[in-house]
Every structure is written in structure tokens, then in C-alpha cells.
């Protein structure tokens, strides 16, 4: 079924996409995702190790960036799915699997970072309709976290 009202949907994209300047920017989604990561670490230091792997020691390495590119170009692409039910619904089954085995990732935490992206968009976007973000991020995340 659908993720949020088609008007919500299109209030999302709009204004995601007028952030990103109607492109794929590299440095306008690091910041995004740095953000994000550092106010998650904050909030909830044990989620810190789990990106050890990809350098989370140094946030500025490749390893971290390149890292933080694939979680935001995700959520870019999710985003843009919001008006195509059946392919989002796959998507977020593939996020899923991936993160159901990585060990200690936790439901907890996905609720974690989505408060942190409520509460941080405002700030990133131009415009920022929070009533329709939240209604659509809301199956967003519970797609990748609804079965850990
Ligand atoms: C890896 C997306 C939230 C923990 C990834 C990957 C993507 C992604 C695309 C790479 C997949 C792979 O290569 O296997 C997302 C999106 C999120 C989200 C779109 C939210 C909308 C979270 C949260 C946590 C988390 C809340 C836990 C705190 C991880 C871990 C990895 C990972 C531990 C593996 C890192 C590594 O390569 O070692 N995520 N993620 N993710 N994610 Fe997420």
C-alpha cells in the first residue's frame, strides 16, 4: 500500500530535491549525513562501534565517506520512490536484509535516528513541511528496522 498521502509525498520529494539543487551532490549529502551520524553518536554512543569497519574514527577518511554516501544516497533514493509504492516496499526489504546481519544493529536505534532527522531537517532544507516528512519517513524506517 501507500507509504504517506500522494501530497505528502510530493511536498517530501520537492523538498528534498530542492536541497540536493535538483542533483546528485556529493558535498551537500555528506553534510546531511554527517549531521546525522554525529548527532546519533551523541544521543547514542554505543552506535559508534558498529561503524568501525568503515573508519569511524576518522569521519573525514574515504572510508567514512564513502560509507555515509551509500546510507544517504539510499535514503536519496528511497525518498524519490515515495510515489512508487511496490518498488519501495523492495527496496526497503533489501535495506533490511542488510541490516539484520549486521550484528548489533538495534530497532531501537532506527527510532533513535529518525528524531534526529525530524529534528534536524528543518534546519538542512530551504522549506521543511514536518507533518508530511514525518508521515512519510515513518514507513520508511519501519521497513528496514520492522523485523530486527
Ligand atoms: C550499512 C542505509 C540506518 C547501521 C548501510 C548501508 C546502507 C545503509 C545503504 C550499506 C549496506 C551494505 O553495504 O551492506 C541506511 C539507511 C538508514 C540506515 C537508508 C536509515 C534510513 C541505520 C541505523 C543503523 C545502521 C539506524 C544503526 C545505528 C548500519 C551498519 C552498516 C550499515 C552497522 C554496516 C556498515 C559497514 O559497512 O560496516 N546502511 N542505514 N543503519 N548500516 Fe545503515
Not at 26 to 48: H, K, Q, V, Y
Not at 73 to 81: M, P, T, V
Not at 111 to 119: A, P
Request: charge should be neutral; include cysteine; hydrophobic fraction near 45%.
Amino acid at each position: 500500500g501507500q507509504f504517506c498521502s500522494y501530497e505528502d509525498a510530493a511536498n517530501v520529494m520537492r523538498e528534498w530535491n530542492k536541497a540536493l539543487k535538483g542533483g546528485n551532490s556529493a558535498p551537500i549529502l555528506l553534510r546531511i549525513s554527517n549531521a546525522i551520524f554525529n548527532a546519533m553518536f551523541a544521543a547514542e554512543p554505543s552506535t559508534r562501534a558498529l561503524f568501525n569497519r568503515v573508519n569511524v574514527d576518522d569521519m573525514h577518511s574515504g572510508e567514512f565517506h564513502a560509507h555515509s554516501l551509500r546510507v544517504v544516497n539510499a535514503l536519496d533514493n528511497l525518498i524519490n520512490k515515495l510515489h512508487n509504492a511496490d518498488t519501495l516496499t523492495e527496496m526497503l526489504a533489501h535495506l533490511a536484509n542488510q541490516h539484520n546481519v549486521r550484528d548489533g544493529v538495534r530497532h531501537h536505534y532506527f527510532h533513535v535516528m529518525r528524531d534526529i532527522i525530524y529534528g534536524s531537517l528543518g534546519s538542512l532544507l530551504d522549506s521543511y513541511n514536518e507533518d508530511a516528512w514525518r508521515n512519510c519517513l515513518f514507513g520508511i524506517f519501519r521497513g528496514i528496522a520492522k523485523s530486527l
